[in-house]
């Protein structure tokens, strides 16, 4: 089968990309992403804050969602959801492996639009079991907003990122004891709007130059130790749940090895960390216009 443009991954930007190579002129674009629901991340992030610049409102991460998958439907773009991309290689083909089975795709040019992947608690050298409890923010995020799944109830948070600071809120208003935000650094790591909307109106405790040391319990978590880095003190505090915001990492496994080829390119949080839905769109929107542009001539 073929394709003039492939998108791997139909998240803020390989949607914006696809929005915007069909503009451009290109008519022939195939557009995949293994979940089953376009919009990526954002069908599981229930709070505002998204779409400001783009749409001028504080939009949910779903109502965003919604926004640019109508905007899309409205294209002759062709998107494949439930459809994994296994293997992409230096002769221009894909493998895909969706509800019809495996499939061989040629493509003239491929967006690689896969996001990131969270830091789990293993990249950190902390001692001790690895019991069941231990989330990061969001498999946290993904459990309790996609699959109406339970976390836990006495509840610790590793990191101060803006993803620390949404799940910390988000888990007080689930009814959680959220004991507090911990964080290495000498303050808040997240945006200052989101300490002000997450944390301080729940007061909830944000312990600086403090990391989580070890993790004891057998099947479940029941405590972690704290240590002071200015310090060295250590204290054991009781929880049953840990849930980590260490930070995210572009995910570019699949091109892997291929060097930098001409028919390739990268937008979104597969190139690097976007804040915002808006600049990785803006940024996916730049690239998708250059590269439909190409292939509409
Ligand atoms: C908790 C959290 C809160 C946020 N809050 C805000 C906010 O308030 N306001 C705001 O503007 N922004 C916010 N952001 C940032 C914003 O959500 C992101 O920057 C943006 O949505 C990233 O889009 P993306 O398309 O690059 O990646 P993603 O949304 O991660 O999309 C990548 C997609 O690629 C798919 N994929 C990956 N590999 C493959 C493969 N091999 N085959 C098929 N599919 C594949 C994945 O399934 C996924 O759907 C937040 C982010 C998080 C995590």
């Not at 200052?192 to 040391?213: G, K």
């Not at 240590?227 to 990492?249: F, K, Q």
Request: charged content about 25%.
């Amino acid at each position: 089968m073929k394709t003039e443009l492939l998108i791997v991954g139909a998240g803020a930007a390989g949607i914006a990309a696809a929005l915007a190579a069909w503009e451009a002129g290109c008519r022939d674009i195939l557009l995949v992403d293994r979940r089953e629901r376009p919009g990526g991340i954002l069908p599981q992030c229930l709070h505002e804050g998204f779409g400001l610049a783009a749409y001028g409102a504080e939009l949910t991460g779903p109502a965003y969602a919604d926004r640019i998958t109508e905007r899309l439907a409205q294209t002759g773009v062709r998107l494949a959801l439930g459809t994994e991309v296994l293997a992409v290689r230096g002769d221009k083909t894909a493998v895909l492996s969706g509800r019809g089975g495996l499939s061989e795709w040629r493509f003239e040019r491929l967006i690689l639009a896969s996001g990131c992947r969270e830091r789990s608690i293993g990249s950190l050298p902390v001692a001790g079991t690895r019991p069941a409890g231990i989330f990061t923010a969001g498999q946290a995020q993904e459990m309790m907003n996609l699959r109406g799944q339970d976390v836990g109830r006495e509840v610790l948070i590793l990191g101060s990122g803006d993803l620390g600071l949404i799940m910390a809120r988000q888990l007080v208003l689930a009814g959680k004891h959220v004991i507090a935000v911990i964080e290495q650094g000498p303050r808040c790591g997240g945006m200052a709007r989101n300490y002000r909307r997450c944390i301080e109106p729940y007061q909830i405790p944000l312990r600086c130059r403090t990391t989580v040391s070890a993790l004891h319990g057998e099947r479940r978590l029941r405590g972690v130790t704290l240590r002071n880095l200015d310090s060295g003190a250590e204290e054991l505090l009781p929880c049953d749940t840990l849930v980590t915001a260490l930070g995210l990492i572009p995910e570019r496994e699949l091109v892997r090895g291929l060097g930098d080829p001409d028919w390739l390119s990268y937008v979104g949080n597969c190139h690097r960390v976007h804040d915002l839905a808006d600049s990785a769109a803006a940024e996916a929107e730049a690239i998708g216009t250059r590269v439909g542009g190409e292939l509409a001539v």
